[in-house]
């Protein structure tokens, strides 16, 4: 069964650095987002992307957060200056159609973060 | 502001047993209310997904009910396995009409099943 598959699984940086974090969505789906999920707490919403720009974004996507589809394959997420806070479980997703219709969200395994 | 509560935040049973967890949602309008089952360490995987109109909806073991009326659902677990132990997150999507918009999740029931 395709999945979506997110590198790097564990990803340690200092403040103030930028990170990039990596995922390739399932082929035929043309919904992309990103979500995170701080250590104990509920999963949430950061963006979502569909024809090569971004749909939604929520009050954490701030001007430090932007995404790309650099090629017909990869969606990243990248972190311009990361602080503490930012340290999370980072989870891409993608669907065959927006969340509006009755179409599963397929998330990857998520990329840990951490922000020292 | 959209919310979702989900109770009992955490719940232990033996084996084999039942169990039934909880939610309710202030989301407005709605459009899909959706359950994923979340392992330690990994990303959340689709149990169900139902629109207003559905009461009921199963996935193996797993059967969710729906009352859009007064917004709340339930997520019923038969003859519980250890593979069940996980976090058990509902999640409701608000009607956009049409496009990639954000779900609201509630925080999860964290499911323990003992042997």
């Known amino acids: 069964e395709p999945e979506v598959t997110q590198t790097p699984s564990h990803q340690v940086t200092q403040m103030g650095q930028e990170v990039i974090l990596r995922c390739v969505p399932i082929?035929?789906?043309?919904?992309f987002y990103w979500y995170r999920q701080i250590l104990g707490q509920k999963v949430e919403f950061l963006v979502s992307?569909?024809?090569?720009?971004?749909?939604?974004k929520s009050e954490i996507f701030d001007d430090q957060f932007s995404v790309e589809r650099p090629d017909g394959s990869n969606f990243t997420l990248k972190i311009r200056s990361t602080k503490l806070e930012d340290s999370a479980m980072y989870f891409c997703?993608?669907?065959?159609?927006?969340?509006?219709?009755?179409?599963?969200?397929?998330f990857g395994n998520g990329t840990r973060l951490t922000v020292t | 502001k959209n919310q979702v509560e989900q109770s009992p935040q955490s719940l232990i049973i033996l084996e084999g047993k039942n169990c039934t967890l909880q939610?309710?949602?202030?989301?407005?309008?709605?459009?899909?209310l959706r359950w994923y089952k979340q392992d330690t360490g990994r990303g959340p995987v689709s149990l169900t997904i139902?629109?207003?109109?559905?009461n009921t909806k199963s996935n193996g073991r797993y059967t969710a009910t729906l009352d859009a009326d007064t917004k709340q659902s339930s997520l019923h677990i038969t003859a519980s396995q250890l593979s069940d132990s996980a976090s058990y997150i509902c999640?409701?999507?608000?009607?956009?009409?049409?496009?990639?918009?954000?779900?609201?999740f509630g925080k999860g029931t964290h499911l323990i099943i003992q042997p």
């Open positions: 997703a993608s669907s065959e159609s927006g969340s509006s219709y009755n179409s599963p969200l397929h």
């Open positions: 082929s035929n789906h043309l919904y």
């Open positions: 992307f569909y024809n090569n720009e971004i749909s939604e």
């Open positions: 939610c309710n949602y202030t989301v407005s309008p709605f459009s899909n």
């Open positions: 139902m629109t207003f109109s559905e």
């Open positions: 999640v409701v999507s608000p009607y956009s009409g049409g496009g990639a918009d954000g779900l609201t």
